[in-house]
């Protein structure tokens, strides 16, 4: 192709040096300017300057459009009129004869075809000796390490596909293509990154171990294996344009490995200026096709025969391979993503070639790839990207506390003690770009509030809902929810819904009936909504929908479901009774409010209460929903009557069903209550009371305690309450720390354990509730008084040396330090039970 992009100049002086004699103007040929057209272009292929042709045209800028696809010599003649140039004759004669405008073109250089189609190795040569060499990219100080996550499965697909490689197994179902789908930002491109860490680390003994189980003569034997790890970012770097349309699939993937392998790692040249350094070797676009540009590599790596080439590539946003294959108008159709797999699938099924491609493909339209199934000749396995957990997350801000210098005490990074620091990471859900947006928040964009963060986190000078509300806010601003929500809050409610109650759902759900592509799977791939896999059946497969809370809470500043207090009551420096009480509040009217705004007008105490006892029939009964607020009473219900509000005195109607009252401290009776009123059963209402009770010396909850705390309730109330309240049906829910087996049928009672807050709270409140309660069974938090209920005969002093000796990693741990402790159930070591020990004392 020609284009005024490819113009150059040539100076012609009065003498000009032509093989080292000065040739003066009135002298110089034809043949002398090819010369001189030679040395301009400076041309790393050697070939013979007198085999240039050279055109003598006329073209003006505004002509430029004619330049289009001008490749041969009768494009130049029919197109510009164009007279070949005869060496013998004089310049000044052809030229200066006539007056010539500065800015048009007036030659046209044809190169010979040995200079026109280059070898790869040649042209890659001459674009890196035209290249800038890259500068190193300057450390990222807020870059987070990779962590090994569980790829037992993934791992498993990947043996199976170079077992099957080896052995030459026929059949497109024993080659996998694992392709990691889902919604932006849960580690999709790092997932893949680890994975490959772990091909490399296993995969070397693993086909030694197949050579050797099979006898594989030595003679068909690779003597070794080098592993190679390319991402083509069709999002970043290597996306497609209009450019690529009518190029060969082949060439079009062969292009961008080739970017990848020899420029990117080296060069300061992007994918486009790469592309147009190529232009003027489009003749030679096979030497870039998908299985040249492997071989090549190949070469450049030295690798002999004998050596294997497993080259590990990760294809990433493979979505917009989709979308530009939708746009794709020529003719025929380049049918990029079917051609891509299919050139790929060549070095998954030949065992005779001496290169494995094992692909890695992630983006957010898992339908895209569903599509491609059936017409492919390998298989697709879609592999949970699974987010980060606890000891990743853990182990992740511990290497920033490495990083800027964070106190030690006992070999442990003193900021592990901090409950409302490990909520808030707590909080990302694992999500990694939701944790990433938190140490930018802590730490500063730079890093440079690395060091004072944790000096502050150390003094307790850290105002964590501040830095709660600035994540929020900053996830807001990736992920656009307030306004998604704003513009689709019906389709947002069922959302929130679904996440809250726990429900799985199948991905082409239709969440608005006016609007039947509106499935849970698009959302995932054009919002926020993460999907786990909980169940899958030949028919159908069902998902969660996962959010962080950051996410949780952005929802209900738009839907107002309860106010945002919430948030601010989980930062206080302590979450024990009173917190833990409003928390159990705000869950209670959270649920309800949320039902009603989904339409529901009544539900069955089993559906507000599902850990109930199935023998139990009045958690069979339908009870009215009505919008739910919470008050904090100054008095002690029911020996104080009416009730008035904390913060404006204001009588509190309870009767009413419309308000959760967190009743006053030390109150005999439930520290959390509200009625719901039964449906078709005038005058009858259910009194729920909420009780919270820890017991930290039983092995279990014991049968006489739950008796003993119903009976408590019904006693303070049918003793306080008027005869007119004997239409109320007292149910006592209690919470404990400590594991509970129901010995007998006791109607009226449920007894919530730790073991079961999943099911009570759902996904997204269960993870705080333990963390509430669990911390209050975990000797690394407890306070000096706690320590005493809990160690048989120790003084203040040696209290004191319990408390030195933390931190505490497990039972054993705990238990060898303090031979005097009683032995208590299921205490918990969160975060020391998933950390490594320091090598340094204190710092």
Same mark, same amino acid.
């Given at each position: 192709?020609?284009?005024?992009?490819?113009?150059?100049?040539?100076?012609?002086?009065?003498?000009?040096?032509?093989?080292?004699?000065?040739?003066?103007?009135?002298?110089?040929?034809?043949?002398?300017?090819?010369?001189?057209?030679?040395?301009?272009?400076?041309?790393?292929?050697?070939?013979?300057?007198?085999?240039?042709?050279?055109?003598?045209?006329?073209?003006?800028?505004?002509?430029?459009?004619?330049?289009?696809?001008?490749?041969?010599k009768d494009d130049i003649i029919e197109k510009f009129g164009g007279e070949q140039l005869i060496p013998i004759f004089?310049?000044?004669?052809?030229?200066?004869?006539?007056?010539?405008?500065?800015?048009?073109?007036?030659?046209?250089?044809?190169?010979?075809?040995?200079?026109?189609?280059?070898?790869?190795?040649?042209?890659?040569?001459?674009?890196?000796?035209?290249?800038?060499?890259?500068?190193?990219?300057?450390?990222?100080?807020?870059?987070?390490?990779?962590?090994?996550?569980?790829?037992?499965?993934?791992?498993?697909?990947?043996?199976?596909?170079?077992?099957?490689?080896?052995?030459?197994?026929?059949?497109?179902?024993?080659?996998?293509?694992?392709?990691?789908?889902?919604?932006?930002?849960?580690?999709?491109?790092?997932?893949?990154?680890?994975?490959?860490?772990?091909?490399?680390?296993?995969?070397?003994?693993?086909?030694?171990?197949?050579?050797?189980?099979?006898?594989?003569?030595?003679?068909?034997?690779?003597?070794?294996?080098?592993?190679?790890?390319?991402?083509?970012?069709?999002?970043?770097?290597?996306?497609?344009?209009?450019?690529?349309?009518?190029?060969?699939?082949?060439?079009?993937?062969?292009?961008?490995?080739?970017?990848?392998?020899?420029?990117?790692?080296?060069?300061?040249?992007?994918?486009?200026?790469?592309?147009?350094?190529?232009?003027?070797?489009?003749?030679?676009?096979?030497?870039?096709?998908?299985?040249?540009?492997?071989?090549?590599?190949?070469?450049?790596?030295?690798?002999?025969?004998?050596?294997?080439?497993?080259?590990?590539?990760?294809?990433?946003?493979?979505?917009?391979?989709?979308?530009?294959?939708?746009?794709?108008?020529?003719?025929?159709?380049?049918?990029?993503?079917?051609?891509?797999?299919?050139?790929?699938?060549?070095?998954?099924?030949?065992?005779?070639?001496?290169?494995? *491609?094992?692909?890695?493909?992630? @983006?957010?339209?898992?339908?895209?790839?569903? /599509?491609?199934? !059936?017409?492919?000749? #390998?298989? $697709?396995?879609?592999?949970?990207?699974?987010?980060?957990?606890?000891?990743?997350?853990?182990?992740?801000?511990?290497?920033?506390?490495?990083?800027?210098?964070?106190?030690?005490?006992?070999?442990?990074?003193?900021?592990?003690?901090?409950?409302?620091?490990?909520?808030?990471?707590?909080?990302?859900?694992?999500?990694?770009?939701?944790?990433?947006?938190?140490?930018? *928040?802590?730490?500063?964009?730079? @890093?440079?509030?690395?060091?004072?963060?944790? /000096?502050?986190? !150390?003094?307790?000078? #850290?105002? $964590?809902?501040?830095?709660?509300?600035?994540?929020?806010?900053?996830?807001?601003?990736?992920?656009?929810?307030?306004?998604?929500?704003?513009?689709?809050?019906?389709?947002?409610?069922?959302?929130?819904?679904?996440?809250?109650?726990?429900?799985?759902?199948?991905?082409?759900?239709?969440?608005?009936?006016?609007?039947?592509?509106?499935?849970?799977?698009?959302?995932?791939?054009?919002?926020?909504?993460?999907?786990?896999?909980?169940?899958?059946?030949?028919?159908?497969?069902?998902?969660?929908?996962?959010?962080?809370?950051?996410?949780?809470?952005?929802?209900?500043?738009?839907?107002?479901?309860?106010?945002?207090?919430?948030?601010?009551?989980?930062?206080?420096?302590?979450?024990?009774?009173?917190?833990?009480?409003?928390?159990?509040?705000?869950?209670?009217?959270?649920?309800?409010?949320?039902?009603?705004?989904?339409?529901?007008?009544?539900?069955?105490?089993?559906?507000?209460?599902?850990?109930?006892?199935?023998?139990?029939v009045n958690f069979d009964m339908s009870v009215e929903l009505k919008p739910l607020c919470v008050c904090k009473a100054?008095?002690?219900?029911?020996?104080?009557?009416?009730?008035?509000?904390?913060?404006?005195?204001?009588?509190?109607?309870?009767?009413?069903?419309?308000?959760?009252?967190?009743?006053?401290?030390?109150?005999?009776?439930?520290?959390?209550?509200?009625?719901?009123?039964?449906?078709?059963?005038?005058?009858?209402?259910?009194?729920?009371?909420?009780?919270?009770?820890?017991?930290?010396?039983s092995i279990k909850m014991p049968e006489s305690k739950v008796e003993e705390e119903d009976e408590k309730n019904l006693?303070?109330?049918?003793?306080?309450?008027?005869?007119?309240?004997?239409?109320?049906?007292?149910?006592?829910?209690?919470?404990?720390?400590?594991?509970?087996?129901?010995?007998?049928?006791?109607?009226?009672?449920?007894?919530?354990?730790?073991?079961?807050?999943?099911?009570?709270?759902?996904?997204?409140?269960?993870?705080?509730?333990?963390?509430?309660?669990?911390?209050?069974?975990?000797?690394?938090?407890?306070?000096?008084?706690?320590?005493?209920?809990?160690?048989?005969?120790?003084?203040?002093?040696?209290?004191?040396?319990?408390?030195?000796?933390?931190?505490?990693?497990?039972?054993?741990?705990?238990?060898?330090?303090?031979?005097?402790?009683?032995?208590?159930?299921?205490?918990?070591?969160?975060?020391?039970?998933?950390?490594?020990?320091?090598?340094?004392?204190?710092?």
């Open positions: 192709m020609t284009s005024f992009v490819d113009t150059f100049v040539v100076n012609v002086a009065k003498e000009s040096d032509i093989h080292g004699s000065l040739v003066k103007f009135d002298d110089l040929k034809i043949s002398d300017l090819k010369f001189l057209v030679y040395n301009e272009i400076n041309h790393d292929i050697k070939f013979n300057y007198k085999y240039i042709d050279l055109w003598k045209v006329d073209i003006a800028y505004g002509e430029r459009d004619k330049l289009k696809h001008v490749t041969t004089l310049v000044k004669k052809v030229f200066f004869e006539q007056l010539l405008v500065d800015e048009n073109i007036h030659v046209i250089v044809q190169l010979p075809a040995a200079a026109a189609s280059l070898s790869f190795k040649e042209i890659i040569e001459v674009i890196k000796k035209n290249a800038l060499k890259g500068t190193p990219n300057l450390p990222d100080v807020l870059s987070m390490p990779l962590q090994q996550r569980n790829f037992k499965g993934s791992m498993s697909y990947v043996n199976e596909t170079i077992y099957n490689n080896i052995t030459g197994r026929d059949g497109k179902s024993n080659y996998w293509v694992l392709v990691s789908g889902g919604a932006p930002g849960i580690g999709k491109t790092r997932f893949g990154q680890e994975l490959f860490n772990q091909v490399r680390k296993d995969m070397p003994q693993y086909i030694q171990n197949i050579y050797n189980d099979r006898k594989i003569p030595h003679d068909r034997r690779r003597t070794d294996t080098h592993f190679e790890y390319l991402c083509i970012d069709f999002g970043n770097g290597h996306r497609l344009t209009r450019q690529d349309y009518g190029i060969d699939a082949s060439i079009i993937i062969g292009l961008r490995i080739a970017h990848a392998f020899f420029i990117e790692k080296e060069y300061g040249m992007t994918f486009q200026e790469f592309r147009i350094a190529l232009e003027r070797y489009r003749d030679s676009f096979n030497n870039f096709h998908f299985n040249v540009v492997i071989g090549e590599i190949r070469k450049a790596l030295n690798l002999s025969d004998k050596h294997l080439f497993f080259l590990y590539l990760h294809i990433d946003e493979f979505q917009l391979i989709d979308s530009w294959d939708k746009e794709d108008k020529s003719n025929p159709p380049t049918k990029l993503f079917y051609n891509m797999i299919h050139n790929i699938s060549e070095f998954m099924l030949k065992s005779a070639l001496p290169a494995f *491609v094992q692909p890695f493909l992630s @983006g957010t339209a898992p339908l895209a790839v569903i /599509e491609q199934k !059936e017409a492919s000749r #390998i298989s $697709f396995l879609f592999v949970d990207c699974p987010l980060l957990n606890d000891q990743s997350i853990i182990r992740i801000t511990d290497h920033f506390a490495e990083k800027f210098n964070a106190g030690i005490a006992n070999y442990a990074y003193k900021w592990k003690y901090c409950r409302q620091m490990l909520q808030l990471l707590r909080d990302t859900g694992g999500l990694p770009r939701a944790l990433q947006r938190l140490f930018i *928040v802590c730490f500063g964009a730079d @890093g440079k509030q690395g060091r004072g963060f944790f /000096e502050k986190l !150390e003094k307790k000078d #850290i105002d $964590f809902v501040d830095c709660f509300i600035k994540v929020k806010d900053s996830l807001d601003k990736q992920y656009g929810i307030r306004d998604y929500v704003e513009k689709n809050r019906n389709v947002a409610m069922k959302l929130m819904y679904f996440c809250i109650e726990g429900i799985a759902i199948e991905p082409n759900k239709c969440l608005d009936d006016n609007n039947p592509a509106l499935t849970i799977r698009s959302l995932e791939r054009d919002r926020h909504i993460i999907l786990s896999s909980v169940e899958q059946s030949a028919r159908c497969s069902l998902f969660l929908i996962n959010m962080p809370f950051y996410f949780i809470c952005l929802y209900n500043d738009v839907l107002c479901i309860v106010k945002p207090t919430l948030v601010h009551l989980f930062y206080d420096e302590r979450m024990y009774w009173e917190e833990w009480e409003v928390f159990v509040a705000y869950h209670e009217a959270f649920r309800t409010n949320l039902a009603i705004k989904m339409g529901k007008t009544t539900m069955t105490l089993r559906e507000l209460y599902p850990n109930a006892d199935e023998l139990d100054n008095e002690q219900f029911p020996h104080t009557n009416p009730l008035t509000e904390k913060h404006d005195g204001k009588i509190i109607d309870w009767q009413s069903g419309n308000v959760v009252v967190i009743n006053g401290s030390s109150a005999p009776f439930a520290d959390v209550f509200l009625v719901r009123k039964l449906v078709h059963i005038e005058f009858k209402k259910f009194l729920m009371s909420n009780q919270c009770k820890w017991d930290y010396v006693k303070s109330f049918y003793t306080a309450v008027d005869d007119d309240d004997d239409n109320y049906i007292l149910i006592t829910i209690i919470f404990t720390s400590q594991p509970y087996k129901k010995e007998k049928h006791e109607s009226g009672v449920l007894v919530i354990s730790k073991e079961d807050f999943k099911k009570h709270f759902g996904p997204v409140f269960s993870s705080r509730a333990s963390f509430a309660i669990t911390g209050d069974a975990n000797p690394n938090f407890w306070e000096k008084n706690r320590l005493k209920n809990v160690l048989n005969g120790i003084g203040d002093a040696s209290i004191d040396n319990v408390i030195k000796k933390r931190p505490y990693y497990s039972d054993e741990d705990y238990y060898i330090k303090n031979p005097g402790a009683k032995k208590m159930p299921k205490m918990d070591y969160f975060p020391f039970d998933v950390s490594e020990i320091l090598d340094i004392e204190n710092r």
